[in-house]
């Protein structure tokens, strides 16, 4: 969600790098040594991938022996490979254990580079089945090209108002849901039940981006209603700050005992280095998803013990826990890509490989993009194979109630104590509306078109 | 009062980089009339060298130190020294240009080598000692090795400058060159020492900065624009002043995080708060005249209102052609050659003739977009003209301050302007003005679409990308008819003497206003095309930084020519594109190209300007009409072709330019040079050859006159 904070400071260089348009095409040929089992079982999902006798070229993009598929990302731009990387991982696993009823996946890179959304999504809506597990973080730009040309997308993380929960979008991995406060449970949590006494003196700042700028009132909104109180409110320019000491000092001044921050997790390390100096130590700080990562850990130094960073995977498995599913997700990078880091998106993202995996396995030879979209809308409690927390496909506008806290720590992240009440993951706090107006996803209506145009 | 202290100290310790860095911009430009725009850069790139062989190589923090400053800082600056050295005797223009050339490489390069994912980051220095404490108010070590490297910098210039002899060679420099030439001195020593002396503050005051803000290339070289102030603060000239600077703007930074209310509108303003400081030094504090009247003015082509129209025919065919051609996705693209040419156009009249530097013209661009989208949600047909109404107002409230810029210092204004565009007004949410209710960028992102024109919807994006090639003839026909005009020949005659201009009862005032509230419609203009090719715009995309090249290029193209503009938008929108869409691969050597070449190559075209270089090969071809109409039957037999179907996007573009080459080539061949170009009696034997009958001429000549 807030993965274009760190585009965005890097924005400044979009002049200076080349632009362009270009795709590069993932390598799905996978390796050729195969290991002992090439079977297509993820997790507690059997026969995800599996050989078989289609024929037909039922849809754009499908052929006797392949499925087209876009995977969107902004590589070109923040150098950042996740999702390029999962494509890679789930399709050569994939394609080993026989592909989806024998067609083989291929996965092209949809490169938007920050900026060529547009360009990129109309090349998808010429070539591509459906798009799969990518996220842009300026993909509010590409939302009404795709709409018009009907293309479903499984997008591993949504960013921009425009484009969360627009139709023909599936949400497989626990998103924010427009209109709701993606994080109510875990604010919940912090203010009422682990730190009531941060209640009155909550804080919060934000990165003077377009994209995230209107995290800050939305958050504002749902703290309150948690039972908080906003006593410091500050906005920092996304394109550095050459000293943290000021907001440091401004934050010790108020009196800020928890503080929610929206933005690049290298900023957030350098003002709690300030705090940490001073001595001020807060009862929590919310670095946002964005910063789960050794990283942030080993940029924080001295901060990861002295300061308490608590985060909400919202939902997703934590990387460092014992889930079979994470362990295999981890054995799928090991075979394939070796090099390439497991991150939040890249997890989120394969649970958007499997669902179109499973969806597209379960049309048989007539794969049509409607059959894929019923097929994957069908599925009401989604846990990825055990990936995530159960998400109820069929009910995209209401927020999922679970929500799985980490803690940083010197010695790496682990879950915080947070009494979850189903498996890792705890789902007792109902979602929170909003009643401001913070921006509405498209619909098939606003381009003129409906889902009985879907094919 | 407590907090007060933390916020003083706090203050101070930026002062104290921010005086280091902007010391060694005052030296270099004292000494050498360049205002280093890559300072920053330099400063970022040190700081990078020196975590590479501390952190990322484990070298003893001490050794690292030796070679970042010892070793690669004076090895940098001796080769920027050398890289510059042609462009010392031109224009503000040129030399801006090589540092701007230098700095957009420098950021390129740097994410190639430092992949920008991997975090990074510098310990600061004895970290591991407790803090000072004075009172109730703390000073970490780092912040006071700070201010002692400080205080240390300005002995020691002040001691390098007036008790050395190269010292005195570089003031004497400063003060007359020629002079100094003259006395047996060698001023191009004096520039290799302010060099290097500038790059090792830069390196000092980078590696000191670096350990406490991310390390990150662009941010590290933009985040010292406040350094800029505290240089403009001693006028580029004083030292002591530079210092004087660099306290009021550490202090006014850190009080005003500290001390400003907190509001909707406002946190902008404090996140622009160092641009606005920068632009209100300009104004304040009286700048003598800037010296480098010794540079040559270039003289500004005249274009004939035929090769216009021709050009423009040439420019609107090729729109035709890229609309015919390519895909939609790649129209988008490609098509964006003509928006971004209309933009870099505006330079020719603001810069080209009046000699006006504007850096903030992706600026006007952007206010044209945003208006542009405010009046024409339903396509109407006269929002375009609004766009550039608005966009031109916006500019004659520019000029009325800039009157008292010129320059460098005109630049660096225009370059504030922007600057608070970005970081506050185009962020600003939406507020009431005379009653209406404007939003500027408000969703991060504004829809436009192509205009209604005499009931015709040009709404797809062949349709915008011919409707926007259409726009740059006609705004290329306007400017070369500017500058046949009167008010052209006012413009040049103030920028070439602005003195003489308002001796001769020429009004500066409405001269200025006037030519940079055109210059602001008909970026506003582009600005607005822009949009329509994109569909929807963010403010990013108008940001300063992403200006940049568009000046860069159009300066290497030479800001005279009325061709300027299509030579930038191509350069900008076609080669460097097409090669990342061919070979993807090559990203971070491309992004890394423009700033290279710039600094490799623009010393030797840029005195002229590319587009008189490539006139000179390709004016005979103009003129061949015979060669022309084979040229173009073929080209249009090609375009049949592909229009059919027959062969590929690239077999077209590869005929197409192929065809052109050999026709170049031909025409070479064919044709002896039309009409013996007249060289000058002074010149014979050097411009051309030396022939026999020279000398009887030359006798003669002097015969008839004895």
Redesign the interface.
Known sequence: MVVALAA?????????????????NADSGGEKESTSQASGDFGQLSGVCGPGDAKAASAQGVTADEIKVGVFSDV?F???SEFVDAAKVFTSWCNEAGGINGRKITADTR?AKL??V??????AC?EDFALVGGGAA?D??GV?ERLNCLLPSFTAQAS???SVGADLDIAAAPTRVAGYDPYFGFRTWLLKEAYPESAAAVGIING????T??LGPQAIEAIQAAGGTVVY?????A?????????A??IK?KGVKGLVFYG?F??L??LEESLT??DYKLDWIDANSNAYSQ??L??L?KSASYQNNVLDLGGVAPLESSEPAIEQVKQMYEQYAPDAQITLPAVRAISSWLLFAKSAGSCGDELTRKCVYDAARGETAWMAGGLQAPVDVSQPKVQGPCFNIEQATADGWQSADFQPDNGLYRCDTPPFKLQGDY?APLTLAAVGKSMSDVQ | MDQFVTFGIVGLSLAAIYAIIGSGLVVTYTTTGVFNFAHGATGMMSAFAYWQLTVGWGLPVWLGLVIVLLVLAPAFGALVERALRPVQGLGDAEKLVMTIALLSGLIALARWIWDPNVSRSLPVFFADRPSIHIGSATVSWHQAVTMIIAIAVAIGLRLLMFNTRIGTEMRATVDDRALVGLTGADPIRANRVAWILGTELAAIGGILIASMVALDAAQLSLLIVSAYTAAIFGRLKSLPMTFVGAIVVGCLESYLAGYLPQNEYLPGLRLAAPALLLFAALLVFPHGRLRGRDHRLTKVPLPTIRGTVFFGAIVIVFGLVLATVLSDSDLITFGLIFPISVIALSFVPLAGYAGQISLGQLSMAGIGAAACAYFGENGQWWAVLAAIAVAAIAGAVVAIPALRLSGVYLALGTAAFAVVMDRWIFTLPSFHLFGAEITIFEQGSIELVGPSVFGYHVDTTAEITVFSAVCLALATLLVASLRRSRFGRQLIAQRDSEAAYATLGGNLLLAKVAVFALGAGIAGLGGALYGMQLQSVTAEQFNFVAGLPIFLIAVIGGLGAVGDGFFTGVMLGGPFVAVVALWPDTQDLVSVIPGLLGIAFAGGVISSGAIATLRKDWDPVFRDRAALAVYGVGFALVWLLRLNDIIDGYVFFGLAAGGALVLLAWVSVRGKPVAEVEVPVEWWGIQRDWQPEDEEVLDRAVATRG
């Open positions: 965005v400071s890097l924005m400044l260089v979009a002049g200076c790098s080349g632009r362009s348009g270009s795709e590069t070109g923040t150098k950042n490169d900026m060529e547009r360009q990129r999504m109309l090349e010429k300026l509010g730009l009404k921009q108002p425009q003077d981006s377009p994209v700028k209107s409110d500050e906005l920092y320019p394109m550095g700050v050459s000293d943290w000491t000021p907001y000092q401004g001044n690049d290298k900023q390390a350098k100096t001073m990283s942030f080993d940029l130094g921006g």
